[in-house]
């Protein structure tokens, strides 16, 4: 069960970073990176800005265990 957890874990850590770099982008150069690679608001833009939101809530809650 823990390696589940530590793959999950490197996953929300991967979306959050992903998270950080569009949003990085579009305060600096006004260039979302995810609507550039997946469309404008398409289905799939939206699924990845959904999965980036639920891993930052997992972070919140896990932030601890996650931290030691």
Known sequence: MENKYKTLDW????LVVVGAVNWGLVGLFNFDLVGAIFG???ALAKIVYVLVGIAGVYLIFNCKKMCK
Do not use: A, D, G, T
């Open 11 to 14: 996953v929300v850590f991967i």
């Open 40 to 42: 404008e608001m398409s």
